[in-house]
T-cell receptor, first 115, second 109 residues
Framework: SAVISQKPSRDICQRGTSLTIQCQVD?????MFWYRQQPGQSLTLIAT?????????ESGFVIDKFPISRPNLTFSTLTVSNMSPEDSSIYLCSVESGHYTDTQYFGPGTRLTVL | KQEVTQIPAALSVPEGENLVLNCSFT??????LQWFRQDPGKGLTSLLL?????REQTSGRLNASLDKSSGRSTLYIAASQPGDSATYLC????????FGQGTTLQVKP
């Protein structure tokens, strides 16, 4: 299994500002994922982050709005840029240590409120 | 396009009852199916993972089944307890995880 921590756990931000969320894993992993969970909704994949390459974004998500860094095999950041109230969500990172046959492990999430 | 549906959206049962949560998916080309639990304001905890070649998995009072041909999975919870109250999510792996909307379970003492 993998233990994942996220910082911050929650934040309240003003419209137009940016927030960077950190995700730390206790072991080296190949693939890291960022999800968004809007209020009352299920999880939607934002992007896949592999170390040493550009993140791969899902339809509806763009790098300018959600830039991602993956400097090593245990760490990643997601920035929510130029925030609006519609960005209020829980943002979760997850990891998968191997191929798609493995379980994904999730961090505790970052609860973001944009005023 | 893969779509995952969970029924019911919400469920309330008295303590001790056995219950079944349902998950259906539209495309049978999956690597695996996972059931997760999410407590309010928290992240996800993996409960069971069923590989595409398997029919079921068991962990304690939980049993999950998978019928790829019909695009269905069920999560059976035996002898429910108030501590089982949470939202249960199923997700299929197709190169990425696609989640259902979840079933919010309340077990009343």
């Amino acid at each position: 299994s993998a233990v994942i921590s996220q910082k911050p756990s929650r934040d309240i931000c003003q419209r137009g500002t940016s927030l960077t969320i950190q995700c730390q894993v206790d072991s080296q992993v190949t693939m890291m994922f960022w999800y968004r969970q809007q209020p009352g909704q299920s999880l939607t994949l934002i992007a896949t982050a592999n170390q040493g390459s550009e993140a791969t974004y899902e339809s509806g998500f763009v790098i300018d709005k959600f830039p991602i860094s993956r400097p090593n095999l245990t760490f990643s950041t997601l920035t929510v840029s130029n925030m609006s109230p519609e960005d209020s969500s829980i943002y979760l990172c997850s990891v998968e240590s191997g191929h798609y046959t493995d379980t994904q492990y999730f961090g505790p999430g970052t609860r973001l409120t944009v005023l | 396009k893969q779509e995952v549906t969970q029924i019911p959206a919400a469920l309330s049962v008295p303590e001790g009852e056995n219950l079944v949560l349902n998950c259906s998916f539209t495309d049978s080309a999956i690597y695996n199916l996972q059931w997760f639990r999410q407590d309010p304001g928290k992240g996800l905890t993996s409960l069971l993972l069923i590989q595409s070649s398997q029919r079921e998995q068991t962990s304690g009072r939980l049993n999950a089944s998978l019928d790829k041909s019909s695009g269905r999975s069920t999560l059976y919870i035996a002898a429910s307890q108030p501590g089982d109250s949470a939202t249960y999510l199923c997700a299929v792996a197709t190169g990425k995880l696609i989640f259902g909307q979840g079933t919010t379970l309340q077990v009343k003492p």
